[in-house]
């Protein structure tokens, strides 16, 4: 994960893209907690629209494999099917903490306590 | 044998002598303890006669009967062989007592123990001299303890005298040294508050998030500038201050104080007014900073001593000649109030009215010390007059020189002349204020208590043809304003009614779901009057034109006040963009891709808030999510290209969605979008999509 190659790919500094990134796991944190509920009623509908929701932002910023997962998971709950949910979004958490790790090493003025629970900073 | 014992009845004979001869007591036991001889000295201090000792007496009655085991004890030791000595309590025949101390042996003959032998010293006196010394000792002592307590008590005394005269050194000779340390260390702080406040106002922000932001920054400039008011204290004190002559506009000044402390008001739930006098004059000259900071100080103590009821600033004035004018500023609470005999030393310095108060309420104790030496160096007076448990008033009053009369601020949209307005609140305060209000502004206003009486006069007065124009809704209804706003909506005698909403807290959301129940104006307390007018003659001014405005705010007023003059930049450049989209991330990074192209973008969390958007503004084109809660994009679509069938015109739509389910561009294009772009998003296909769509020169 080159923070800088994706910056520069979607045309931002990679300062910028550090703040999106943290942004990113803020929402995708709050998606996958959606989704875990949404998968315990079971409300495919619901767990589609996060999915959905995840998946726009990972391909935007680029995290190709947190989008893959999220589009599993989004095509298996628009075909009622729960199976394999949870453990993508198990394995999208993993990805999260790649991330956090990435972004602890290269973090802004050395920000690197950011521990494991990621919380977006606003501007 | 018989020589051995007529040796020992010489030995007795001579050795008796001798005992007899000597002062102390001297006695001798067979080995059963009868007194086998005692001397003279011992029948004396005994009373016995030589008889009675020669009947046979026991040498343990005259021991205190306490003493007799542990004086046998010592006898059977003495008849072993031992050499003792101890003290007794010992008894004469008429029974008195007293101490001796007696030591006794063995009588020994040819290594035989045949009984004891022993000596008694009187030692009364002994003890006597103990007893006395003792005492003394004791004496002694008490004396130095409290010698010892008379030396601590000097000692903290002068530890006492030493701290006060240190606090007196601080208070008088290093004074300004440490105050000025003391400003230094709380100014860097607040400086940090500030400049972080103005990077965040920097910001893109919503209008309640800079509301909130903009009041951090503004409170923080005036705690700066209050502890730079006190460290002029001292200069203060030594008459070293310095006043300012400038022409300024008094009731902006006293509104902008009672903006600051607004919040706290709000947080007790007071009613906090400012009742600048009708004929008052704005334009004044003197020293707008230091008028602000007494009522600052003034206004701010009745807001911390009040729990309930209210706080007002009564601005009133009276003309002297040669163009000046007594102002008398007078705050009135419903507080705690002051004691009479509290009431005198309230303007000295470092006083509060109780020292209870200091804990409970905090504070130095400086401020009305400050404010009275600023009005009288102004040549004014101050006072106050209280009731205890029922409120205070604290006033000044100064002369102020009069300016000329200013250029009015104010930009009505539309004149408010004549137009009928009904204002509606349970408060009869805020009625009564806000009728004074709207009828010099030439309005001709009605008041409703309840929202039955507001909806029957409304009714009544469409059906006598004289409707109201306006009905403003104040905030004495709290959360029913926008309920009471709907029902009004809901009538449609009545819809067209301007709906103007005075909130006495701002809430999070207020402005969205104010704007949604359709009100035109939504304003929190407490308004600038010049705000008020503001707000309902541009609310007035657009329903006039039938133009379907943004809703009106303090922040939207400021704003058209601020971009009177700016020219708008046509060209890829300030195109006017919605982004209509459910995810955070997404939200922001189309927002910073808008602004790294320069656009004017503003976001819509879902389709329904994006239709209310394009509703209330124009915008050059749409990007829009497919897929959002509540109503997706598909759906926002297909009802902005009905309406546009009545209304006319073409918005450009631009679909964005993470690639493609199949199906999903059909879908979009059916829908009546224009174009499509799929994420990721890029800054290129934007770009196009700008350039595509939006024709140069149609931006709003």
């Known amino acids: 994960m080159n923070f800088r190659d994706m910056a520069g790919h979607i045309g931002f500094s990679e300062e910028e893209f550090q703040e999106l ?94 521990g494991e629970s990621p919380t977006g900073r606003y501007e | 044998m018989q020589a051995e014992a007529v040796c020992r009845i010489i030995l007795e004979a001579s050795g008796r002598e001798l005992a007899d001869s000597l002062p102390q007591t001297v006695f001798e036991m067979d080995s059963e303890g009868v007194l086998t001889f005692v001397n003279r000295t011992a029948m ?33 030791r003495a008849l072993r062989g031992e050499v003792l000595g101890s003290g007794y309590t010992v008894l004469r025949k008429d029974g008195s007592a007293f101490p001796a101390l007696i030591r006794i042996g063995p009588v020994q003959l040819n290594g035989k123990i045949l009984g004891v032998r022993g000596v008694l010293i009187d ?48 208070a008088n000779c290093t004074k300004s040294q440490f105050l000025a340390n003391m400003s230094h260390e709380i100014r860097t702080p607040i400086n940090g508050v500030i400049g972080f406040s103005n990077l965040l106002l920097d910001t893109e922000l919503s209008s309640e998030q800079r509301d909130y932001a903009e009041a951090v920054r503004d409170s923080a400039e005036i705690l700066l500038k209050l502890i730079n008011d006190i460290l002029e204290f001292s200069k203060l004190e030594a008459k070293k201050m310095a006043l300012e002559q400038i022409p300024f506009d008094l009731r902006t000044t006293v509104e902008g104080v009672a903006e600051l402390l607004s919040l706290r008001a709000r947080e007790k ?30 206004a701010g103590n009745a807001l911390k001593f009040t729990e309930k009821g209210f706080v007002f600033i009564d601005v009133g004035w009276q003309p002297l000649v040669d163009g000046q004018a007594v102002f008398r500023f007078a705050v009135e609470d419903s ?103 709207t009828s010099n502004w030439g309005m001709k206003s009605d008041a409703a208590a309840t929202p039955e009486e507001a909806l029957a006069a409304l009714r009544d007065a469409c059906a006598s043809g004289r409707p109201y124009g306006m009905a403003i809704i104040d905030s004495g209804f709290q959360d029913d304003m926008e309920s009471v706003g709907r029902r009004i909506q809901s009538d449609p005698q009545l819809k067209d009614t301007v709906l103007i909403a005075i909130a006495a807290v701002g809430k999070r959301g207020d402005a969205r779901r104010f704007s949604e129940a359709g009100f035109a104006a939504y304003l929190v307390r407490p308004i600038h009057t010049e705000t008020l007018m503001e707000a309902l003659a541009a609310a007035w001014g657009s329903k006039l034109q039938g133009v379907a405005a943004p809703l009106i705010t303090r922040h939207t007023l400021a704003e058209a006040r601020a971009s009177q003059a700016p020219a708008r930049v046509s060209g890829p450049e300030g195109v006017h963009v919605l982004i209509a989209e459910d995810n955070l991330l997404n939200q922001k990074l189309a927002l910073k891709m808008m602004e790294k192209l320069g656009c004017r973008a503003d976001l819509a969390g879902n389709g329904r808030e994006a239709l209310r958007m394009i509703e209330r503004d124009r915008y050059d084109l749409v990007f829009m999510d497919c897929q959002m809660p509540d109503m997706d994009g598909y759906e926002a679509s297909a009802i902005i290209r009905r309406r546009e069938k009545e209304s006319g015109g073409h918005l450009p739509i631009i679909a964005m969605t993470a690639h493609a389910m199949t199906g999903d561009r059909d879908k979009c294009i059916k829908a009546g979008m224009d174009d499509y772009i799929s994420k990721p998003i890029r800054r290129e296909e934007i770009l196009q999509a700008i350039s595509r769509w939006v024709q140069k020169g149609e931006s709003a």
């Open chain 2, 44 to 76: 004396e201090t005994f009373g016995y006669s030589a008889e009675e000792v020669g009947r046979g007496l026991d040498a343990l009655t005259m021991i205190a009967p306490a003493e007799r085991s542990r004086a046998s004890e010592d006898i059977s």
């Open chain 2, 123 to 170: 030692i009364s006196d002994l003890k006597a001299t103990e007893e006395r010394l003792q005492r003394a000792k004791e004496e002694t002592e008490t004396i130095n303890r409290e010698l010892e307590a008379t030396n601590k008590q000097l000692e903290e005394a002068i530890a006492r005298a030493n701290v006060m005269a240190m606090a007196s050194e601080v």
């Open chain 2, 335 to 437: 507080g705690i109030g002051i004691s009479e005999e509290k009431l005198e030393f309230i303007f000295e310095k470092f006083t509060q009215a109780d020292a209870s108060m200091t804990r409970r309420y905090g504070g130095t104790g400086l401020g009305l010390a400050i404010s009275k030496q600023i009005v009288e160096f102004m040549g004014g007076t101050i006072g106050v007059t209280s009731t205890l448990g029922r409120g205070s008033t604290f006033w000044f009053a100064i002369p102020l020189g009069l300016g000329e009369t200013p250029q009015s601020l104010s930009i009505p949209a539309a004149s408010l002349e004549g137009v009928r307005a009904l204002i509606v609140d349970r408060s009869e305060i805020n009625r009564q204020t806000l009728l004074d209000l």
């Open chain 1, 21 to 114: 990134v943290e942004l990113f796991l803020e929402s995708t944190l709050s998606e996958l907690d959606h989704i875990k509920t949404a998968a315990q009623v079971p409300d495919f509908e619901k767990m589609a629209m996060s999915a959905h929701s995840m998946r726009g932002a990972a391909i935007n910023l680029g995290f190709t494999e947190i989008h893959e997962l999220a589009k599993t998971i989004e095509s298996n709950a628009r075909a009622c099917e729960l199976s394999g949910a949870v453990e993508a979004a198990d394995e999208i958490r993993d990805h999260l903490e790649r991330i956090v790790g990435t972004l602890a090493l290269t973090g802004r003025n050395g920000s690197s306590d950011r």
């Open chain 2, 269 to 298: 739930g007071l009613d906090f007014e400012v009742r600048y006098g009708q004929d008052a004059p704005r334009r004044v000259v003197g020293d707008p900073g230091r008028i602000r900071q007494v009522l600052t100080n003034l």
